[in-house]
């Protein structure tokens, strides 16, 4: 890694076309997720807008040397249960493939665990393709275990 200081900023509508293609990067099995046009289409431009007009959702990005290297997106939620203190829902994390094993990913997830501290949050949960073992030991390593059998209805 290099000699400067990770950076963890919000992404501005600036880096969206950057993001989409980091996070299309990173499939379960190491291919794009799908086939991106060279030229966005306008829905990931108002994804971008509903999170960033949404006080408890933030798309991160983690730089160095002027370059983004990672993402994360994190949703603060508010269950009943919780008793007014919220769950931070880490979602899209990924690291750009030539950067992996370099502590960006750690970086970033003490990034969330310290922010989800400050936040006064009861835990941190996230979701992780089933195909991906080696980032499921990471998240074990971090401290994260595996309580949930996470299920899906495509609509």
Known sequence: MSNSPLTIRPATKEDVDTVVRLINAGGPDGRQRRN???????????????IDSDVNQHLLIAELDGQ??????????????GENRPDAQIEAIH????YRGKGIGTEMLRWVIEESKKRH??????TSDKLRTE???????????ISHEGMKLYL
């Open 36 to 50: 991106l046009p060279d030229i966005l289409p306008a829905g990931f431009h108002e994804a971008f807008q509903t």
């Open 68 to 81: 983004i290297v990672g993402t994360f997106q994190i949703a603060y939620l508010t269950y009943l249960s």
């Open 95 to 98: 690291v750009k493939a030539e």
């Open 121 to 126: 949050c009861r835990r941190i949960q996230l």
């Open 135 to 145: 980032a499921h030991d990471f998240y074990r390593r971090m401290g994260f275990c």
